[in-house]
């Protein structure tokens, strides 16, 4: 049955430092590039029905280097908006509020996790809509995006509330799939690193 498989962009200077990246839109770093690059060879020799790509100049420059043809860039996609948060490590924040959770708290002036998850679910419920045409033509759907919103999106296709995200880190430049087990949603692999390919 038809994959979706979740492409998580390659590394930028503010992933590197731990630092929440949403709406600065930053490029990847020589090693987020090389990250991006050793998706292709992961990649080839699967046929994608469907490419979806977030907004943001990192995760554009990802499908790009890896060789995927995006075919829609979907706002939902967004990275959590961190509002307030932008650019603050969680040890930054924790400063000021030692007990704060994104997962359960949100971010101040941004997003809370019931609006993040509200988006992931407009991108799954489009995704099900053409799953059966893409597997109907023996191809797989991509999603191109960000840690914290493909986390929310990887809870919410197995039933679980977007705090669930905060259990399946995810790093840059990884590949992660979701797919069926006897028609229940699971989570059919996750964080799978691949070999960067220097320029």
Do not use: K
């Not at 979706?4 to 590197?16: D, K, M, N, P, Y």
């Not at 790009?64 to 930054?92: F, K, N, Q």
């Not at 059966?132 to 960000?146: L, N």
């Amino acid at each position: 049955m038809v994959q979706i498989i979740l492409v998580r962009h390659g590394e930028t200077a503010w992933s590197a430092s731990g630092r929440h990246t949403s709406t600065t839109d930053l490029d990847l770093t020589a090693r987020g590039a090389d990250q991006a690059r050793g998706l292709a060879a992961a990649l080839s020799g699967r046929r994608f029905a469907a490419v979806l790509c977030s907004p943001r100049l990192r995760a554009r420059r990802t499908a790009e280097l890896a060789g995927l043809t995006v075919t829609a860039v979907d706002p939902d996609l967004a990275e959590w908006d961190y509002g307030r948060y932008e650019g603050l490590t969680t040890a930054d924040i924790r400063r000021d509020r030692p007990d704060w959770i994104l997962w359960t708290d949100g971010a101040p002036g941004g997003e809370s996790p019931e609006q993040v998850a509200a988006r992931t679910d407009r991108v799954l419920d489009r995704i099900r809509a053409n799953a059966a045409g893409a597997d109907a033509a023996g191809a797989d759907i991509a999603v191109v995006a960000h840690g914290h919103l493909l986390r929310v999106a990887a809870a919410r296709w197995i039933g679980l509330g977007p705090e669930g995200g905060a259990r399946l880190g995810l790093d840059t430049g990884t590949l992660s799939a979701l797919g069926f087990e006897h028609g229940t949603p699971v989570v059919t692999r996750w964080n799978a690193p691949v070999t960067a390919t220097p320029r």
